[in-house]
């Protein structure tokens, strides 16, 4: 029997690290067959030798997390779990952004996978469902790019609707018509970007944020290019985007395939530039599941529970 300390854990990393009612910490003992017990903010780990050693390491990488991001999630605690001793190391990989101290880490394999394509491949695709980090993950190295000058400018680029691209039913301006459907790109900006450094970067068009509609005619050189809800654009709309790519560019495609919301006579673009694309090299896709989801713990069960709906529907 062995026992390991480790000391200076206040209050409040104490909370964070066991979790809601301890829930962390159960999964941990359970996981790794030690006992965990805390007191006098000090956290004692006991059992078998390996065990203990194993316990320890996933402990203080989940204090190492704690530290940047300043919550837990139950992907993060499921990444230091035994089982993946490679998807541990690549999703604790950080992506640098822009924000002080701010790092971005991939939280699961799929997650890990999907950055490797991106840093791989001059064009991805990345399908899955709500919650998986297609955008997010996509903003954080685009905004990393940006910052190390591999890049001159970022492109964030959603359809406008999603059925199409009419705006005069909306009220107000065309700027205050488009914001509704930018807002995710932007949301994704902020947790990576201060506002100020945001807006100035847009005056100087470093960044742009702009609808799939104002596309058409460009030729983007040495940028970094994101298509948001790619499931809701036609075939002509996304042979449109794919072909704004100039020399030196990076195109990420996101999207849904569950959540297309075109007439149903209407072919997804998505799904069809994904059967176009697949076998040309530079080409990657990129499949998240729910096991990749990283918001909260419910939403995972949601999606699982709507995909049992449709398979039930379909048999």
């Known amino acids: 029997m062995t026992e390991s300390i480790i000391t200076s854990v206040d209050v409040k990393t104490l909370l964070s690290l066991f979790g809601t009612c301890d829930q962390n910490v159960r999964r941990l003992r359970e996981a790794f067959q030690v006992d965990i017990t805390h007191r006098d903010g000090k956290i004692r780990i006991s059992g078998d030798d390996s065990a203990v050693v194993k316990a320890t390491k996933a402990v203080e990488q989940l204090r190492s997390i704690l530290n940047q991001h300043g919550r837990l999630t139950d992907s993060d605690v ?11 190391q690549k999703a604790n990989k950080p992506i640098t952004v822009l924000s002080s101290g701010k790092e971005v880490r991939p939280r699961t394999e799929g997650q890990a996978n999907y950055i490797k394509a991106i840093r791989e491949n ?13 955008t997010y993950l996509a903003v954080a190295m685009a905004v990393r ?4 000058e591999e890049i001159r400018k970022i492109v964030l680029v959603r359809p406008a609707v999603e059925a199409g691209e009419s705006l005069g039913f909306l009220p107000g301006d065309l700027q205050a018509k488009i914001n509704p459907y930018l807002r995710p790109l932007l ?3 902020y947790e990576m970007i201060d506002y100020d450094q945001i807006k100035r970067l847009m005056e100087r068009d ?3 944020v702009a609808p799939l509609a104002y ?8 940028a970094f290019i994101i298509l948001d809800e790619a499931q809701n654009t036609t075939v002509s709309q996304m042979k449109m985007f794919l072909t704004r790519m100039g020399s030196g560019s990076k195109i990420v495609v996101a999207g ?12 997804s673009g998505l799904a069809d530039a994904l059967r176009r694309l697949r076998k040309i090299k530079g080409v990657a896709e990129v499949r998240l599941t729910g096991k990749d989801i990283v ?21």
Request: net charge negative; hydrophobic share 35%; glycine share 10%.
């Open 256 to 267: 849904d395939e569950t959540q297309v919301d075109l007439p149903k006579a209407m072919t």
């Open 122 to 134: 001059d064009l991805t695709f990345a399908v899955g469902p709500a919650g998986t980090g297609k």
């Open 206 to 208: 470093l960044i742009e």
């Open 78 to 88: 499921a990444s230091v779990l035994p089982g993946n001793p490679q998807l541990n």
């Open 187 to 189: 949301d994704a900006l």
């Open 145 to 148: 790019a940006l910052k190390d």
């Open 215 to 222: 596309m058409r005619g460009r030729t983007l050189n040495d």
């Open 295 to 315: 918001r909260h713990a419910l939403v995972m069960k949601i999606v699982k529970a709507y995909e049992e709906g449709t398979t039930q529907r379909g048999s």
